[in-house]
């Protein structure tokens, strides 16, 4: 653990997705602009009623929230953009 937390070799992590879409079937491709970036792990409709939510695995960068992608599934391109990650009893760092 301290290897990978000292010389940075952790490459993706688990980011939270809210799409405009239908949910994507997992291992759907999500791009940051032309460059791919990660893929889908799981996804349903959003609580709210508008679009859906999504989890997936991404790179570093590409994983803080307020990032705009784009998931290419079956039914297209579907827009959206990374949303920061919160478990009951998880304090964000500031």
Known sequence: MARLHHYRKVQRRLAGMKL???????????????????SVTSAAFSPDGEGSAA???????DALPGREVLVKGP?????????????????APP
Request: glycine letters at 20%.
């Open 20 to 38: 405009d879409g239908a949910p994507p079937p997992p291992g759907s491709a999500v791009f940051a602009g032309e460059e791919e970036v990660g």
């Open 55 to 61: 989890l997936g695995i991404l790179g570093l960068r």
């Open 75 to 91: 039914e297209g391109l579907t827009r959206g953009r990374t949303v920061p990650l919160l478990f009951p009893g998880f304090v």
